[in-house]
């Protein structure tokens, strides 16, 4: 065998090894830690960049989200912080901590996991830690994360630094495994809430839990039902200022793919039996800018309300982390129905 020979079968040789540890996922890869998130603006209606009406919402501005770290992406809820930060809560318990500035640029982000309790060393296997939900409890700073494969709720400190306490309510053991808790809220009046995707109720829609306060595993919560737009599961829930409930809903169709539909409730509509059903605020479908539409946040501007919502890629290179923006007019009308007829 010539050498030439000799080193071109060498060179096939090594280019198959390399070809088949980028496939197979090399076991000495070293995650990127890169703290870097870019921002780039979008339109609303590729065919009409100036468009800003959305239903009853006024669209302010929409981002494409990227960055080099491993853990970006997968954005299931989005948490407003008093001091002007957002906390988004990744899919499979990552958290990425940022402030947005007036131009879309992204400020002094921070992406890291989740802590476990115990400080174990080595990550839980993924169906442990499915996060979909975060909720910050205003005293004493406190949130409350949902987790959906094993149908739980994890209370953490104020810093986020520590995992101190988690409850599995029974009510939520017979949700199907991806498709359980999905939208954490608290009311105005310390109640929280929790909806479930794909948890069907009796009746139809699907399966709403109240707690009157805090959620405890000594207190069993209480069931109601929400009724979604026809063709939506709720993926995430955020209360305004006068005590609505706004709930972020999305749709998988063919051939129309992925839309969202923002409803609004009345909170006091919230209770035991009741079978609540929103107004449409606004629908989000193609050729509009949409993804798979996961996140919802609630600030404040010059006194209107602005909501926030953010989609979940999947770590899929076909899909994009997408931050929109708008205002919400005042007192726009949200009704219940079909009234309060009883899930027994």
Known sequence: MTFKRRRTLLVIALLIALSWMALSGDRQHRPNNDQVISSHSIPLDPRNPSRTELGKLRFLGAWVLKSENDRFGGISSLEALPDGRFVALGDGATLIDFRIAPDGAIVDPFIRPLPWRGNQKEEPEYEERDSES????????????????????????????????????KAMKRWPSNGGGEALARLTDGRFILIAEYGEAKGGGYEGLIWPGQPSAKVEP?????????????????????????????????????????????????????????????????????????????????????????????????????????????????????GFDSLN
């Open 134 to 169: 975060i909720v910050r409890v205003p005293e004493p700073g406190e949130y409350w994360i949902s987790f959906e494969n094993r149908s739980s709720l994890r209370r953490y400190s104020p810093d986020l630094s520590r995992e101190l306490e988690t409850i599995r309510p």
């Open 222 to 338: 209480q069931r109601f039902a929400y009724l979604p737009p026809e063709g939506f599961h709720a993926t995430d829930a955020k209360v305004l200022p006068d005590g609505r409930l706004l709930v972020l809903n999305r749709r998988l169709a063919f051939p129309t793919g992925l839309s969202a539909a923002l409803t609004v409730i009345d909170g006091d509509a919230i209770r035991p039996g009741a079978r609540v059903r929103g107004t449409l605020l606004a629908k989000l479908e193609s050729p509009l800018a949409v993804d798979n539409m996961e996140a919802l946040a609630v600030t404040q501007e010059g006194g209107q309300n602005i909501v926030w919502i953010a989609s979940d890629d999947n770590f899929n290179a076909f899909q994009r982390t997408l931050l929109m923006k708008f205002a919400l007019p005042k007192e726009p009308s949200a009704t219940t129905g079909p």
